[in-house]
């Protein structure tokens, strides 16, 4: 039982995770010029730069960013154990995660290694002083939920990834002899069946029946999904990493892998039917897409193990549908949900004045229709992914998709802090 | 016999069956449902708050329970209650977009708020009045 997480003041300031949110969809915009500037139709060769570098633009500059962002605010909340010097180390991981972000995507897209060379010590640099803080948060909180497993899990994938991201940075930029394909197998698996899977599924657990007042998620799932998933992962991994081994541990594994993911994803479903709250809600929808998105990516790689000549397609619509389809879903409905109640919530806290001038509810913050038109702007660009490998006016939608996308989210969000700042300049003349 | 945990847990379920009923029937203008639903919520609300505020919260402080948890419960009781007054004005005025608004706001702050009680300061109150939990428990009932 922890007392502490009980303090009124265990949220971090506003600014440190809406300076994170604020810079993500830029990265939206530039993931959208990086693919319109790349040469022919990007999509339909997996190694090609510009996809490469809108891919990066996508995971560390949008993602990353966000995950970042919410992590510093979510686990002194959830998991009641504050982050050391919670403004530092925002300043410490947003400037070199944006400045690394920037000169990696910049450095695949012009082929330039002098950029990558630059770009991971930076990077490496954010996400050692982010993880190095939250492994410090985590090992404090006494209360030992669920989430907070989840999370540590999440956190340790996502050291990996990033070490074998730095390798590969350097190698290129340096011309070093390393195995690049299994390294890359390893990297992505570790960055987006780790890192991002158990983040939004830790999340999830608390998420899911707080905002539509569904039925908990089952006891077993809770205890027991987020080690299962790792494991398989790491399981999976074992062959990739030492060559040469026999093949169908790796394709249990795998099959595992997916079958557990299947799993929250169905049942996350299946809650959010038994919700006893049914009023429309666009992060619903959002999180309801995502969870379709994650089956659709679970099938595609399934039929990507059968010996076919489509393996290859499917196993790029796989990392497309998750990527944009589960994770991209998930994280902006949860953007629309959070940005509004951290603006509302820390208004509330300028006490009797802020009663005194009003302060705006959560749906005065972000004006409700703008969400609803970037669900189905979003809808749309996932339908155009299905196709972009094939056909290249569907590759210039999803270009467009994104950029539109990301000016919306970015209206979005500076719209919130506007209303933010105003409404604080309100409350504090009234009180002079 | 039922523990204070899950006595005022399904007390709070309650609340939010409550609260959702009356925000279905806002959104939709359904104004006459709304209104008693809304009440009925109000009301439901408010004995929590008493069971608490006159029962438990003493009760457990003068155990030699912590002060801080208990006074971070009370501050979001002022949070929840001041939400719940600009309901009422909503639905004094049938609108139902600044209704939508604050049941939007209010959840948030209503179930982080459950999660924290259910999670730790009940919890903590089970530990501590285990001798005198039943006739403690008809008290709170009593109010």
């Keep these: 039982m922890k007392i502490a997480s009980l303090s009124p003041d265990q949220a971090p300031p506003i600014g440190v995770p809406l300076r994170f949110f604020a810079m993500a969809p ?60 919670p403004r530092l180390v925002a300043w410490l991981t947003m400037l070199p995660l944006t400045a690394g972000a920037i000169l990696l995507t910049t450095g695949f897209a ?64 340096t011309g070093l002899s390393i ?32 905002f539509q007042l569904t039925p908990n998620y089952p006891k077993w799932l809770t205890t027991y999904l987020a080690p299962a998933i790792l494991v398989a992962l790491l399981l999976s991994l074992i062959p990739v990493l030492f060559e040469p081994a026999p093949r169908w541990p790796e394709l249990i594994a795998e099959i595992i892998f997916w079958i557990l993911t299947s799993c929250y994803a169905v049942i996350t479903l299946k809650l959010q039917s038994q919700r006893r709250r049914r009023v429309p809600d666009a992060t619903l929808s959002f999180f309801r897409l995502g969870m379709l998105a994650l089956i659709a990516a679970a099938l595609f790689s399934l039929a990507s193990l059968l010996p ?37 919530f820390h208004l509330f806290r300028g006490g009797v004045n802020a009663i005194k001038v009003g302060i705006p509810n959560m749906k005065e913050i972000i004006p409700e229709r703008w969400m609803w038109w970037h669900l189905k702007l979003h809808v749309g660009t996932l339908l155009a992914v299905l196709l972009a490998t094939r056909l290249d006016m569907a590759a210039w939608l999803v270009t467009l998709g994104l950029l539109l996308q990301g000016i919306l989210l970015g209206c979005a969000i500076f719209t919130g802090i506007s209303v933010y700042r105003d409404t604080l300049g309100r409350i504090e003349q009234a009180s002079t | 016999m039922k523990t204070i945990t899950e006595f005022m847990a399904a007390d709070h379920v309650a609340c939010d069956n409550e609260f959702a009923r009356a925000e279905e029937a806002a959104l939709a203008n359904n104004w006459s449902v709304a209104e008693t639903a809304f009440i009925k919520f109000r009301d439901d609300m408010a004995h929590h708050f008493k069971m608490e505020e006159e029962v438990l919260f003493p009760t457990l402080k003068s155990a030699g329970g912590p002060a801080g948890p208990v006074h971070v419960m009370l501050m979001e009781h002022a949070q929840i209650k001041e939400l719940l007054k600009q309901m009422a004005e909503a639905v004094a005025q049938k609108n139902a977009k600044s209704y939508g608004g604050l049941s939007e706001t209010l959840l948030i702050v209503m179930q982080q708020h459950n999660h924290k009680e259910e999670n730790i300061l009940y919890g903590m109150a089970d530990d501590i009045l285990a001798n005198e939990r039943e006739a403690l428990l008809e008290r709170m009932q009593a109010v």
């Design chain 1, 110 to 173: 012009l082929s330039k290694p002098e950029l990558l060379n630059l770009s991971w010590p930076l990077l490496g640099l954010a996400f050692l002083i982010f993880i190095s803080a939250s492994l410090f948060s985590l090992a404090r909180a006494a209360a030992k939920n669920p989430t907070r497993t989840a999370i540590l899990l999440s956190i340790l994938s996502l050291a990996g990834a990033v070490t074998l991201g730095m390798l590969m940075a350097r190698g290129y930029a």
């Design chain 1, 308 to 344: 076919t000549a489509y393996s290859d397609h499917l196993r790029m619509l796989s990392v497309l549908t998750f990527l944009l389809g589960f994770a991209m879903s998930v994280i902006q409905g949860m953007l629309y949900k959070i940005i509004p109640f951290l603006v509302w």
């Design chain 1, 26 to 85: 830029v990265f939206l915009v530039l993931a959208a010029l990086l693919l319109a500037t790349g040469d022919g139709n990007p999509f339909a060769n997996t190694h090609s730069p510009a996809l490469l570098a809108a891919t990066h633009c996508i995971t560390l500059g949008f993602m990353a960013m966000v995950m970042l962002g919410a992590i510093q605010q979510v686990v002194p909340v959830i998991i009641g154990s504050q982050m050391p010097s």
């Design chain 1, 179 to 210: 195995p690049y394909a299994s390294l890359a197998t390893a990297h992505i698996s570790l960055a987006l069946g780790g890192g991002v899977m158990l983040l939004i599924i830790g999340v999830s657990y608390q998420v899911v029946p707080m």
